[in-house]
């Protein structure tokens, strides 16, 4: 399989943007999801198909992939958002790739 | 309501076997490809294994090839995992996964296996 870079972590003030990114060689060509976790908790989808949001998940989430590199995009961050993220692609039936995971610290 | 109920986690011997089970509901079980993914403890995650609607095809990582069998039951909305020759490695909490096309929308609660003697 193919390994998915995110950075371990990314800090942001709360009412900015924060950008998180996931990179690998023409990441461009493949369908991109991204999931939230809170300590405890189990993962939440909370962008599919590069820049779809899941029903309920609110519109300060989005996120494209381009190129060599897909990217999660919270605008006005709040308190709340402070969580791991992770990036997954489906390269095939027997191959599901999860990044490293992004630990996201709201200041 | 979709619903993911994962059990059978454990502590359990290098080299032993354990079996986790899934029971799924709110949703038409039998029409969904299904996962297990697994998080070792302060790591990321890891995807384990899937099985297709009918269990025709099943898939691996490599590192539990012919040790782990992911099986379901349609009937009985349940998904499992049997877990044989386990290692220190293997411990992480479990959790079931519903295969919405490459993604995954549902998520059960996540069951921990702690390998250790």
């Known amino acids: 399989s193919h390994v998915l870079t995110q950075p371990p972590s990314v800090s942001v003030a709360p009412g900015k943007t924060a950008r998180i990114t996931c990179g690998r060689n023409n990441i461009g060509s493949k369908s991109v999801h991204w999931y939230q976790q809170k300590p405890g908790q189990a993962p939440v989808l909370v962008i599919y198909h590069d820049s779809d949001r899941p029903s309920g998940i609110p519109e300060r989430f989005s996120g494209s992939n381009s190129g060599n590199t897909a990217t999660l995009t919270i605008s006005r961050v709040e308190a709340g958002d402070e969580a791991d993220y992770y990036c997954q692609v489906w390269d095939s039936t027997s191959d599901v790739v999860f990044g490293g995971g992004t630990k996201l610290t709201v200041l | 309501e979709v619903q993911l109920v994962e059990s059978g986690g454990d502590l359990v011997q290098p080299g032993g076997s354990l079996r986790l089970s899934c029971a799924a509901s709110g949703f038409s079980f039998s029409t969904y490809w299904m996962s297990w993914v697994r998080q070792a403890p302060g790591k990321g995650l890891e995807w384990v294994a899937n099985i297709k609607q009918d269990g025709s095809d099943k898939y691996y990582m490599d590192s539990v090839k012919g040790r782990f069998t992911i099986s379901r039951d349609n009937a009985k909305k349940s998904l499992y995992l049997q877990m044989t020759s386990l290692r220190a490695e293997d411990t992480a909490v479990y959790y079931c996964?519903?295969?919405?096309?490459?993604?995954?929308?549902?998520w059960g609660q996540g069951t921990l296996v702690t390998v250790s003697s």
């Open positions: 996964a519903r295969d919405g096309g490459g993604y995954y929308l549902a």
